[in-house]
């Protein structure tokens, strides 16, 4: 059908006057109405009976999510008769849809963290509120129907990988496809399945400002939820350097709308393969049958690098952030390790117990603005205050770092540190806390990295892993390293460097402890990027849990306010709001004035406290003096709160 006929039946069926042009598609033919209100006239020129089941299940679902007053989706135009398809001839018919005006996602190379979690919330609604919908058997086995974009059906792909002219890419996409089929699969069955709108690409996506909608409804199939997530999810990172990253913030705003289970979880990014590996198998296909169909290629440069670049991400890294991302801690066996550590006596990691020493901290985050630095600073401090060691704390933010990676005005700049520091004069002696064995270790030699560093792999009862850093140890450590070498609680590990040694840093050791080295050897992260932290604290625990250091080492550097607001939504209840549509980061009250980030005051006209005043002096030591003998509630008997009552009653006129 050309424009012209398009433009008769739209004047004859829909009563409607105004030019077309014509849009890019798979299988249909579509024209957009540029008439003071837009619609998109959607031609089917080759019906059978499951399609006119699929195109009558469709306007029932768009119609179902107009009717809950969600504009986030195309609606069904009736026909001047009433009708919500049209009949052109035997094999042919047309429907009229809402257009949703703004550009597609895919249309913009980068988009920020919030508006990727806005898209999960998208998918998540939508899918959500379809998932309700009860289906016939005529519906069922036309969203079952043999299609190439049904996921369940994936494994038939492999009988076209051949025409894949990448090797590379064709032995990814080969090994995705044979694990779906073989492990993954049977997994996915087991679980629920619902209608799910299952093409939330990067051109079905519209973005108009602050708003999204999604278009097209004629991949729908029944499959369990995780399916639409792995589908969208899987454009999400198409055009980023991080596409985990990405994909696990999308998860985030999914989850907030409709929750995930840590089962579903563990599939996810395998799937996200899946969708990949089939967009790029499918494409070969149709390219080799219609080489000159230009909207095949769509994506086709991103979608194979992006494939390339999660087969070689490390999965338990993915699964970490995916994790984290919906709130649960991020290594699921972080819990038992800590149980283990915190019932098994460790060894001194210094000559003597940390207890019995005389201890500074060091601070070198960025609320300092004099923080010793140099060798002989450090010296001059440790004199000064008589300590045997200085502490520098864990999950500090600091201001000590150099190079792109510690480029502080960039949001993922890494400034956490993930371990605690142990400072004392060159040459002393690091013993290993635990039994376990040398599992990795380097001199790295660039300038303000560890130096020579060794890496111990430890275990639980249970045989769970984990590790234990030393970093910035002595050259002369290094020939008693041996990988595999097994090491005994209280055996010697080695020595703390010179400045020399460890490549610009004063005399200590770097102490962390992990709960997995996420693929990255002996570069795993001693230090976090900010925007991760959560997600970092999760896999590089506290080594106070070993070093028992009474007055603490977590310095519980603040989020950035994107963050705190992020993390809040996967985190809190729902039924917990914030005030304002920008809200406010408070880190402080004084008086009756709030202070945010930036100490900006706020005259606080809403908390109760500023009655009294924030952090008024008598409120505070009152409150202190009863905790330090009872922190109780209402169950038990006690005097303080016979006395309170008739503090606030004595306040009141008689009833």
Same mark, same amino acid.
């Given at each position: 059908?050309?424009?012209?006929?398009?433009?008769?039946?739209?004047?004859?069926?829909?009563?409607?006057?105004?030019? $077309?042009?014509?849009?890019?598609?798979?299988?249909?033919?579509?024209?957009?109405? *540029?008439?003071?209100?837009?619609?998109?006239?959607?031609?089917?020129?080759?019906?059978?009976?499951?399609?006119?089941?699929?195109?009558?299940?469709?306007?029932?679902?768009?119609?179902?999510?107009?009717?809950?007053?969600?504009?986030? !989706?195309?609606?069904?135009?009736?026909?001047?008769?009433?009708?919500?398809?049209?009949?052109?001839?035997?094999?042919?018919?047309?429907?009229?849809?809402?257009?949703?005006?703004?550009?597609?996602?895919?249309?913009?190379?980068?988009?920020?963290?919030?508006?990727?979690?806005?898209?999960?919330?998208?998918?998540?609604?939508?899918?959500?509120?379809?998932?309700?919908?009860?289906?016939?058997?005529?519906?069922?086995?036309?969203?079952?129907?043999?299609?190439?974009?049904?996921?369940?059906?994936?494994?038939?792909?492999?009988?076209?990988?051949?025409?894949?002219?990448?090797?590379?890419?064709?032995?990814?996409?080969?090994?995705?496809?044979?694990?779906?089929?073989?492990?993954?699969?049977?997994?996915?069955?087991?679980?629920?399945?619902?209608?799910?709108?299952?093409?939330?690409?990067?051109?079905?996506?519209?973005?108009?400002?602050?708003?999204?909608?999604?278009?097209?409804?004629?991949?729908?199939?029944?499959?369990?939820?995780?399916?639409?997530?792995?589908?969208?999810?899987?454009?999400?990172?198409?055009?980023?350097?991080?596409?985990?990253?990405?994909?696990?913030?999308?998860?985030?705003?999914?989850?907030?709308?409709?929750?995930?289970?840590? %089962?579903?979880?563990?599939?996810?990014?395998?799937?996200?393969?899946?969708?990949?590996?089939?967009?790029?198998?499918?494409?070969?296909?149709?390219?080799?049958?219609?080489?000159?169909?230009?909207?095949?290629?769509?994506?086709?440069?991103?979608?194979?690098? !992006?494939?390339?670049?999660?087969?070689?991400?490390?999965?338990?890294?993915?699964?970490?952030?995916?994790?984290?991302?919906?709130?649960? *801690?991020?290594?699921?066996?972080?819990?038992?390790?800590?149980?283990?550590?915190?019932?098994?006596?460790?060894?001194?990691?210094?000559?003597?117990?940390?207890?019995?020493?005389?201890? /500074?901290?060091?601070?070198?985050?960025?609320?300092?603005?004099?923080?010793?630095?140099?060798?002989?600073?450090?010296?001059?401090?440790?004199?000064?205050?008589?300590?045997?060691?200085?502490?520098?704390?864990?999950?500090?933010?600091?201001?000590?770092?150099?190079?792109?990676?510690?480029?502080?005005?960039?949001?993922?700049?890494?400034?956490?540190?993930?371990?605690?520091?142990?400072?004392?004069?060159?040459?002393?002696?690091?013993?290993?806390?635990?039994?376990?064995?040398?599992?990795?270790?380097?001199?790295?030699?660039?300038?303000?990295?560890?130096?020579?560093?060794?890496?111990?792999?430890?275990?639980?009862?249970?045989?769970?892993?984990?590790?234990?850093?030393?970093?910035? $140890?002595?050259?002369?450590?290094?020939?008693?390293?041996?990988?595999?070498?097994?090491?005994?609680?209280?055996?010697?590990?080695?020595?703390?460097?010179? *400045? /020399?040694?460890?490549?610009?840093?004063?005399?200590?050791?770097?102490?962390?402890?992990?709960?997995?080295?996420?693929?990255?050897?002996?570069?795993?992260?001693?230090?976090?990027?900010?925007?991760?932290?959560?997600?970092?604290?999760?896999?590089?625990?506290?080594?106070?849990?070993?070093?028992?250091?009474?007055?603490?080492?977590?310095?519980?550097?603040?989020?950035?306010?994107?963050?705190?607001?992020?993390?809040?939504?996967?985190?809190?209840?729902?039924?917990?709001? $914030?005030?304002?549509?920008?809200?406010?980061?408070?880190?402080?009250?004084?008086?009756?004035?709030?202070?945010?980030?930036?100490?900006?005051?706020? $005259?606080?006209?809403?908390?109760?406290?500023? %009655?009294?005043?924030?952090?008024?002096?008598?409120?505070? *030591?009152?409150?202190?003096?009863?905790?330090?003998?009872?922190?109780?509630?209402?169950?038990?008997? %006690?005097?303080?709160?016979?006395?309170?009552?008739?503090?606030?009653?004595?306040?009141?006129?008689?009833?």
């Amino acid at each position: 059908m050309d424009s012209k006929q398009a433009t008769d039946l739209l004047a004859k069926q829909w009563g409607i006057d105004a030019p $077309l042009s014509e849009l890019p598609s798979e299988r249909d033919i579509n024209f957009k109405v *540029e008439g003071v209100d837009k619609y998109v006239l959607k031609i089917y020129p080759k019906v059978d009976h499951k399609l006119l089941a699929s195109l009558h299940f469709q306007n029932r679902v768009l119609n179902y999510l107009h009717g809950a007053g969600l504009d986030i !989706t195309p609606s069904v135009v009736e026909t001047t008769t009433g009708d919500h398809l049209f009949t052109i001839d035997h094999n042919s018919v047309a429907r009229l849809l809402t257009w949703h005006e703004g550009k597609p996602w895919g249309a913009q190379d980068v988009h920020d963290l919030e508006k990727i979690e806005h898209l999960g919330r998208l998918i998540a609604t939508v899918d959500k509120r379809i998932g309700s919908i009860m289906v016939s058997p005529q519906e069922r086995d036309a969203l079952d129907a043999p299609f190439m974009w049904n996921m369940l059906q994936a494994e038939q792909l492999l009988t076209w990988v051949e025409k894949i002219q990448d090797s590379e890419v064709k032995a990814v996409v080969q090994k995705v496809l044979v694990d779906f089929r073989d492990r993954v699969k049977p997994v996915l069955m087991s679980l629920p399945m619902q209608v799910i709108h299952n093409d939330g690409n990067d051109y079905n996506v519209i973005e108009d400002g602050d708003h999204l909608s999604l278009i097209d409804f004629g991949d729908m199939i029944y499959a369990p939820k995780v399916v639409g997530v792995a589908v969208a999810a899987a454009y999400v990172g198409l055009k980023s350097e991080d596409p985990v990253k990405q994909i696990s913030q999308f998860v985030r705003g999914y989850h907030s709308i409709n929750p995930l289970t840590p %089962h579903e979880l563990e599939i996810i990014m395998n799937l996200v393969q899946v969708r990949l590996a089939s967009s790029v198998a499918n494409a070969a296909l149709q390219r080799d049958n219609d080489p000159g169909n230009e909207y095949l290629s769509i994506s086709q440069n991103d979608v194979p690098r !992006t494939l390339l670049a999660l087969d070689a991400f490390d999965t338990n890294f993915a699964l970490f952030r995916l994790r984290n991302a919906i709130g649960l *801690e991020a290594n699921p066996n972080a819990k038992a390790i800590r149980d283990y550590i915190l019932t098994t006596k460790a060894a001194d990691v210094l000559r003597a117990p940390l207890s019995s020493m005389n201890k /500074t901290y060091i601070n070198w985050s960025f609320d300092n603005p004099d923080i010793a630095r140099t060798t002989e600073e450090i010296e001059a401090l440790m004199e000064a205050t008589g300590a045997d060691v200085t502490i520098g704390y864990y999950c500090e933010n600091r201001d000590v770092y150099q190079g792109d990676a510690y480029n502080t005005t960039s949001p993922s700049a890494r400034t956490f540190h993930l371990g605690v520091d142990l400072g004392m004069p060159a040459g002393s002696e690091v013993f290993a806390p635990l039994d376990g064995v040398i599992e990795i270790f380097n001199n790295n030699a660039t300038h303000l990295d560890y130096g020579p560093v060794v890496v111990l792999r430890h275990k639980t009862t249970e045989g769970i892993p984990f590790w234990s850093l030393f970093g910035h $140890l002595s050259i002369d450590s290094m020939p008693a390293w041996e990988i595999g070498k097994e090491i005994k609680a209280g055996q010697l590990v080695g020595r703390m460097g010179k *400045e /020399t040694e460890n490549v610009g840093w004063p005399p200590h050791t770097h102490f962390q402890l992990l709960t997995d080295l996420c693929g990255m050897g002996i570069d795993i992260y001693g230090v976090a990027p900010k925007d991760e932290i959560s997600l970092w604290r999760g896999i590089s625990l506290n080594p106070n849990l070993i070093l028992g250091i009474s007055t603490g080492t977590d310095a519980h550097a603040k989020l950035a306010k994107d963050t705190l607001r992020s993390e809040r939504r996967v985190v809190l209840s729902q039924n917990l709001s $914030l005030n304002f549509k920008k809200p406010l980061q408070i880190n402080r009250g004084e008086g009756a004035y709030l202070f945010d980030e930036q100490n900006r005051p706020y $005259l606080d006209l809403v908390n109760n406290v500023a %009655h009294v005043g924030h952090g008024n002096p008598r409120v505070v *030591e009152a409150a202190s003096r009863q905790m330090s003998a009872l922190n109780t509630n209402t169950r038990y008997l %006690h005097q303080a709160i016979i006395e309170y009552g008739k503090a606030i009653t004595s306040t009141l006129p008689d009833p």
